[in-house]
């Protein structure tokens, strides 16, 4: 069974920097891409970050400049680092790897909260 697991969301001042991490189990993810999402309040989930297997990454234009996505293959994990947060990158952030067939493997999400 595939689990991915998130952690390093939390409450953060404007300005800030948060590290976000998504540990995949049950599967190889060395050959997937892989993304972060995030749905804040009212709105519908959108792709902030993907990066392939081949190392090459995209960003959505709201978020490029200040996060990062990486990836460690020999530990099955992903991460996103998030710097210069805004009120406005508060969301529901999920961990997604992507498969050929179908919507691909989520994690349950972790809540970043970006507010003085």
């Known amino acids: 069974q595939v689990q991915l697991v998130e952690s390093g969301g939390g409450l953060v001042q404007p300005g800030g920097s948060l590290r976000l991490s998504c540990a995949a189990s049950?599967?190889?993810?060395?050959?997937?891409?892989m993304g972060w999402h995030r749905q804040g309040p009212g709105n519908q989930r959108e792709l902030v970050a993907r990066?392939?297997?081949?190392?090459?990454?995209n960003y959505a234009d709201s978020v490029k400049g200040r996060f990062t996505i990486s990836r460690d293959n020999a530990k099955n994990t992903v991460y996103l680092q998030m710097n210069s947060l805004k009120p406005e990158d508060t969301a529901v952030y999920y961990c997604?790897?992507?498969?050929?067939?179908?919507?691909?493997?989520w994690g349950q999400g972790t809540q970043v909260t970006v507010s003085s």
């Open positions: 049950g599967m190889n993810v060395r050959l997937n891409n």
């Open positions: 997604n790897v992507e498969t050929l067939i179908g919507d691909g493997y």
């Open positions: 990066i392939r297997s081949s190392g090459t990454s």
